[in-house]
């Protein structure tokens, strides 16, 4: 009998420190809308997500959804899985009292062809996730609920890397290699478009004007750059490989930028698969 009572006592205590740790997993990984530490980004091959927010500083509904997007960014939540953050400043409100620095007429181009494929109109805060779920943006639980179900969808393996410059003298441009292989079929006859998009973190502006007016506004991953390197064909045979130049301009902070290559369905806009890197810091 004291056998018995001893190992019950045994595996009580082992689930107890099981299923605490279980807990604090759980709980580090979600993390919270404080001011803790953020954790480092984690690069998952094949499991990357990208999640685009069509916001503006003179939209009073938009420094919510930009907040989300900062938190999903900082804790990454969903573990295996790397969300990619676009912030795509439009500029349709710029005639309203404030005209956003970072806004631009191409970034509100790219919406209107969104709400085409997703019929879903043009508004901000508007988030799209992988190119196939949008909402309103300041929703974070439907965020987390949305790159849930699109990182459970097959991925191409798509990788990008600094080239080392040949020259160390040459500081205003960066090249990097890119590579796509192994795209899943999508059933669709439409060309995969391989884009590139250079983002910037810790922007911030005193807006003066607007409905944001007196506000001081942050934003995660604002992008500066967005340009279309190349086609493939949607299928796993192909593979794309390119060596796109970015000029770094003066108005940008190195050590803020990330570049990041995804690949995008022409007409259904379905994002196949996306990576990201750093930019190299001397």
């Given at each position: 009998?004291?056998?018995?009572?001893?190992?019950?006592?045994?595996f009580?205590?082992?689930?107890?420190?099981?299923?605490?740790?279980?807990?604090?997993?759980?709980?580090?990984?979600?993390g919270?809308?404080?001011?803790?530490?953020s954790?480092?980004?984690?690069?998952?091959?094949?499991?990357?997500?990208?999640?685009?927010l069509?916001?503006?500083?003179?939209?009073?509904?938009?420094?919510?959804?930009?907040?989300?997007?900062?938190?999903l960014?900082?804790?990454?939540?969903?573990p295996?899985v790397?969300?990619?953050?676009?912030?795509?400043?439009?500029?349709?409100?710029?005639?309203?009292?404030?005209?956003?620095?970072?806004?631009?007429a191409?970034?509100?181009?790219?919406?209107?062809?969104?709400?085409?494929s997703?019929?879903?109109?043009?508004?901000?805060?508007?988030?799209?996730v992988?190119?196939?779920?949008?909402?309103?943006?300041?929703?974070r639980?439907?965020?987390?609920?949305?790159?849930?179900?699109?990182?459970?969808?097959?991925?191409?393996?798509?990788?990008?890397?600094?080239?080392?410059?040949?020259?160390?003298?040459?500081?205003?441009s960066?090249?990097?290699?890119?590579?796509?292989?192994?795209i899943?079929?999508?059933?669709?006859?439409e060309?995969?478009?391989?884009?590139?998009?250079?983002?910037?973190?810790?922007?911030?502006?005193?807006?003066?004007?607007?409905?944001?007016?007196?506000r001081?506004?942050?934003?995660?991953?604002?992008?500066?750059?967005?340009?279309?390197?190349?086609?493939?064909?949607?299928?796993?045979?192909?593979?794309?490989?390119?060596?796109?130049?970015?000029?770094?301009?003066?108005?940008?902070?190195?050590?803020?930028?990330?570049?990041?290559v995804?690949?995008?369905?022409?007409?259904?806009?379905?994002?196949?698969?996306?990576?990201?890197?750093?930019?190299?810091?001397?």
């Amino acid at each position: 009998m004291k056998f018995q009572t001893a190992c019950k006592l045994f595996f009580t205590i082992v689930f107890s420190i099981a299923l605490a740790f279980a807990f604090s997993a759980r709980k580090s990984a979600w993390g919270s809308t404080g001011s803790e530490s953020s954790p480092e980004k984690i690069s998952v091959d094949g499991h990357a997500v990208v999640v685009e927010l069509f916001t503006s500083e003179g939209c009073s509904s938009c420094p919510p959804a930009d907040n989300v997007l900062s938190w999903l960014d900082a804790h990454q939540p969903l573990p295996g899985v790397e969300i990619i953050p676009l912030s795509e400043h439009v500029d349709y409100w710029n005639h309203l009292g404030w005209a956003d620095p970072y806004s631009s007429a191409s970034f509100s181009t790219r919406q209107r062809e969104y709400s085409e494929s997703l019929r879903g109109g043009v508004y901000t805060p508007q988030m799209i996730v992988d190119g196939k779920i949008q909402f309103v943006g300041g929703d974070r639980d439907e965020a987390v609920e949305a790159i849930s179900s699109a990182s459970r969808m097959s991925k191409a393996d798509v990788r990008i890397q600094p080239i080392p410059p040949a020259n160390s003298s040459a500081r205003n441009s960066v090249s990097f290699s890119v590579q796509v292989e192994r795209i899943p079929l999508s059933g669709a006859k439409e060309k995969g478009l391989v884009f590139l998009a250079i983002t910037e973190n810790n922007l911030q502006s005193n807006v003066a004007g607007g409905e944001n007016s007196g506000r001081n506004l942050k934003h995660t991953a604002v992008v500066r750059d967005l340009k279309m390197i190349g086609k493939i064909d949607p299928r796993p045979d192909e593979s794309f490989l390119a060596q796109p130049s970015v000029k770094i301009s003066n108005a940008w902070k190195l050590q803020n930028l990330r570049a990041v290559v995804f690949v995008q369905l022409q007409s259904s806009h379905k994002i196949l698969g996306a990576a990201e890197s750093m930019f190299p810091t001397p």
